[in-house]
């Protein structure tokens, strides 16, 4: 509604869904690479910010 629709269909956020969801899956998998660099296995909020720079 926010974005100026006022009814979505289901097919609609399902896309939307899968989209986020393999968008957060590759998201997480960069920042993983980002943190096994720094010889880390926690994934930082720089790491993330490093993933979301690198997919735009």
């Known amino acids: 509604k926010v974005a100026g ?3 979505v269909s ?5 896309a939307l869904l899968f989209y986020l969801e393999d968008r957060a899956k ?5 920042s993983l690479k980002f943190a096994k660099h720094a010889k ?3 994934i ?5 910010g490093l993933a979301i720079e690198y997919y735009h």
Do not use: G, Q
């Open 5 to 7: 629709a006022e009814i």
């Open 10 to 14: 289901r097919d609609a956020v399902e």
């Open 26 to 30: 590759k998201l997480t998998e960069m």
């Open 40 to 42: 880390r296995k926690k």
């Open 44 to 48: 930082t909020k720089n790491d993330m």
